[in-house]
């Protein structure tokens, strides 16, 4: 089996990044994390991928006069090692449609709310807030647009009395570490076909009862 070679885009503590690096430790695992850029120097995500013998890259967005330089090279280093995934944990950064363009319907982002639900920042807080009884998580396709794009997989967790914000994203968290990896896996396999802005996945999961929610199959 040809593991679908990736890059992951990191800014800070890399526990997405871990999840994945941890996965794809297994042979079986149908992508190979081989390229991890920060746009951050000293960043916790930079020593895990160390640790797991994975390259990585710093690339400060503030080296450069606009987004399109900061992302010509980021695409450039993507492409030197000849990644066909790039995945996106934690990353900052605003990628433009040109980046975007480049890797179409094969750029995945996690995002800690039920997207479209939350969309930006504090989406813990927002959740609470809007007294919703229900949180989780998503991973999607990265389009142009924020926080939008296809859905691979969204998990959801229950909102506990007394939740704060920060204890609804430990919740989510835990979640978010079982979903990227399925995404990327189902993505990596050639599972993922989109149509009309939505996933379909070409085959029913190996367990109907999972827990983890992916869009209907063709
Ligand atoms: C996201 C959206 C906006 C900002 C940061 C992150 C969510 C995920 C994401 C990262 N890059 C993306 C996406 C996405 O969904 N779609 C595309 N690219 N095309 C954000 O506003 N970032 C600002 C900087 C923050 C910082 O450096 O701390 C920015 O100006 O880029
Ligand atoms: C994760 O909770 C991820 O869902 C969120 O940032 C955290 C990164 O943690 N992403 C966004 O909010 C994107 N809009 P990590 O660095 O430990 O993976």
Not at 5 to 30: E, I, K, M, W
Not at 113 to 131: M, N
């Amino acid at each position: 089996m040809k593991r679908a070679r990736t890059a992951v885009l990191v800014s800070g503590s890399g526990s997405n990044l871990q999840a994945l690096l941890d996965a794809a430790r297994d042979p079986g695992f149908p992508a190979e994390v081989v390229l991890v850029i920060s746009n951050v120097a000293g960043v916790r995500a930079l020593e895990r991928a160390r640790s797991a013998g994975v390259e990585t890259r710093v690339v400060d967005h503030r080296r450069f006069d606009d987004r399109e330089s900061f992302d010509t090279e980021l695409a450039g280093l993507v492409r030197g090692r000849d990644c066909s995934i790039v995945c996106l944990a934690g990353f900052m950064r605003i990628l433009t449609a040109g980046f975007v363009a480049a890797w179409p319907d094969r750029i995945l982002n996690i995002h800690p709310s039920l997207l479209p639900l939350f969309p930006g920042l504090h989406t813990h807080q927002r959740a609470l807030d809007a007294g919703m009884t229900i949180a989780g998580c998503t991973v999607h396709l990265v389009s142009a647009d924020l926080d939008a794009g296809p859905i691979v997989a969204q998990a959801a967790v229950p909102v506990l009395p007394g939740d704060t914000a920060e204890r609804l994203a430990a919740r989510i968290l835990v979640q978010e570490h079982r979903i990227y990896p399925l995404a990327l896996a189902l993505l990596a396999a050639g599972r993922v076909r989109v149509e009309n802005g939505r996933v379909l996945l070409d085959a029913p999961l190996p367990d109907p009862n999972q827990a983890v929610a992916v869009p209907d199959r063709a």
